[in-house]
């Protein structure tokens, strides 16, 4: 079965330094990997995706994310961090092939403070 | 791409009544959608499998008869809460997948539940 662990439940950063948020993940087989970000009382918005093409994979507002198979971790990365990338941020594996529902990692609060 | 909605996006209501969320696909057809829960500060756990033309497939410790899931058609799904209590008090998040192989989905706003 797939599954997802966040190692950190809360990171906290000062407003230019770099974030780092850590993610391992349980596959049988090469995984979906997503990362989402949801800012208080909002929706989920996609940060970026890892298919296999790439394992260095880029996502939006400066945010990057490594696919490391002999570590089994998708870590996610932002060299300097921004008072607005305050949020709770989720590590996501696909539970299957297309059309499966998606496992979510237990959350990491990532606080910015000036 | 596709846009998901959700309908309403906050409700309060009295312990004991029945309230419905709507999940709708505006751009295509979606003949699977999932229903997510998310308690407060928690993360999200999947609820059940939204499927048209067939019944919904719960995940284990969800009651059936009490989330009742109807997938009226192929950009519908809407999600009834009967006799609510104030621990269904919840986030509840639709997706939609977008059919591509990597299994990429869209996620509605969200409906924020209150039961008093």
């Known amino acids: 079965a797939q599954s997802v662990t966040q190692l950190d439940s809360h990171v906290s950063v000062s407003e230019g330094t770099p974030v780092l948020l850590r993610c391992n993940y349980s596959?049988?087989?090469?995984?979906?990997l997503f990362w989402y970000v949801q800012h208080p009382n909002k929706g989920l918005q996609l940060l970026l995706k890892?298919?296999?093409?790439?394992?260095l994979v880029k996502g939006i507002n400066g945010f990057e994310a490594e696919f490391k198979k002999s570590e089994t971790s998708f870590h996610l990365t932002k060299p300097s961090a921004h008072m607005s990338d305050a949020a709770e941020y989720f590590c996501?594996?696909?539970?299957?092939?297309?059309?499966?529902?998606?496992?979510f990692g237990k959350g990491t609060t990532l606080s910015v403070s000036s | 791409g596709a846009v998901v909605s959700q309908h309403p996006s906050r409700v309060i209501c009295k312990s004991g009544t029945s309230v419905k969320i709507e999940c709708r696909s505006l751009?295509?057809?979606?003949?699977?959608m999932f229903w997510y829960r998310q308690f407060p500060k928690q993360s999200l756990m999947l609820m059940a499998t939204s499927n048209e033309g067939s019944k919904a497939t719960y995940e284990q410790g969800v009651e059936k008869d009490k989330f009742l899931i109807n997938h009226a058609s192929l950009t519908l799904s809407t999600l009834t809460v009967t006799s609510a209590h104030p621990e269904d008090s919840s986030f509840y998040i639709c997706?939609?997948?977008?059919?591509?192989?990597?299994?990429?989905?869209?996620f509605g706003p969200g409906t924020r539940l209150t039961v008093l």
């Open positions: 890892y298919t296999s093409a790439a394992t």
């Open positions: 997706s939609v997948p977008t059919g591509g192989i990597y299994n990429e989905q869209f």
């Open positions: 596959s049988s087989y090469s995984p979906s």
């Open positions: 751009d295509f057809q979606a003949t699977t």
């Open positions: 996501v594996v696909s539970s299957g092939g297309a059309g499966t529902a998606l496992i």
